[in-house]
């Protein structure tokens, strides 16, 4: 029995060294964080210990931090970094080069398979540049922003990105990252808007779209990697499956986001609307007169209130106006 554990062991370890230098792209093996999985593991592990656990606990007692400079520096910076990174990629190949149909991966040393490899490098740093949006939001105690769609998206895209640059460096399925890019240059832009302040509001009112947006890459994702199922195509398969599959996971996730953020938040108005969590009348607003006596006489007062009220307390779907 020992022997046999011992013996599977070893062909473990075996299959594990020689799928790591073996099968690996030699070209991106000394770079930083290549040589093996388990560091970038263990900081995704790290990470999603501290959104869920460790960031909240150490924030439970203090006050939020005001962080708007540093808001808008960073949002700032992850626009322009995404944009270089976009731009690396077209660059290297999908600005007329990369077939959509079919790419197989350049292994080559050439200039333009080298770029390629190296914007795949830059864009798997960016996943962690990306953990800052959590810290973030710990600091400022908008921890319902630390949502479980959010934890998971931020916490298994490096592990996901380190097995393309590894083995993968380019070719088909460097499609995500472009979109993912193009999507993010728009996502950091408007998070900037918002850091800027409340005068900024107005150039914002596409927020919600934003979500509909990353669910259209998805789809794209989902069907450019899954047409090679029906193409014979010399790139490997398993990484055509594995990024499919993250494009089915998460527009499970953000679907169901949109949902319950935009569509479920719609529908719990209008049933409070009309089933009595508040009282609805046909005006926006009705009139409360009363009496006080001012100087000796009687004058009557009429003061505007919201239309929306329940037992006297505003359920927030309008807001009271003050007294005249």
């Excluded at 656990?53 to 924030?59: E, F, K, Q, S």
């Excluded at 077939?99 to 795949?120: E, G, H, I, K, N």
């Excluded at 408007?190 to 927020?207: F, R, V």
Aim: one cysteine or more; glycine letters at 4%; a positive charge.
């Amino acid at each position: 029995m020992i022997e046999t554990d011992e013996r599977m062991a070893r062909l473990v370890t075996d299959w594990y060294e020689d799928l790591l230098h073996n099968r690996s792209d030699p070209r991106t093996a000394d770079w930083p964080m290549m040589s093996s999985p388990w560091p970038t593991l263990a900081v995704c592990l790290s990470y999603a210990y501290f959104s869920r656990v460790a960031g909240p606990a150490i924030m439970a007692n203090r006050k939020p931090f005001k962080l708007r400079n540093i808001l808008v520096f960073y949002n700032l910076a992850q626009t322009l970094f995404s944009a270089w990174i976009f731009y690396e990629y077209l660059m290297s190949g999908w600005w007329g080069e990369y077939s959509f149909r079919c790419q197989p991966v350049d292994y080559s040393y050439s200039p333009v398979a080298l770029r390629m490899a190296a914007t795949c490098w830059w864009y798997y740093f960016s996943k962690f540049t990306e953990f800052f949006d959590t810290l973030f939001f710990i600091l400022r105690k908008k921890t319902e922003h630390v949502s479980t769609l959010h934890v998971i998206h931020h916490g298994i895209m490096p592990m996901s990105v380190w097995f393309g640059v590894k083995f993968a460096p380019g070719g088909h399925s460097t499609f995500f990252a472009l979109l993912n890019t193009l999507v993010h240059i728009i996502m950091y832009t408007y998070y900037m808007l918002s850091a800027l302040g409340p005068e900024y509001q107005k150039y914002i009112w596409w927020k919600k779209y934003l979500t509909s947006l990353q669910m259209v890459q998805f789809i794209l994702i989902m069907s450019h990697q899954f047409q090679l199922l029906f193409t014979t195509c010399d790139y490997p398969k398993s990484f055509m499956v594995w990024i499919g599959l993250h494009g089915v996971l998460f527009l499970f996730l953000f679907s169901d986001f949109y949902r319950s953020k935009y569509i479920g938040r719609r529908k719990e108005k209008e049933l409070a609307l009309n089933k009595g969590a508040c009282m609805p009348v046909e005006n926006d607003e009705t009139e409360k007169t009363e009496r006080r006596s001012e100087n000796g006489y009687s004058k009557v007062y009429t003061s505007k209130l919201s239309a929306c009220y329940s037992n006297g307390v505003n359920n927030g779907y309008l807001s009271r106006s003050k007294e005249d």
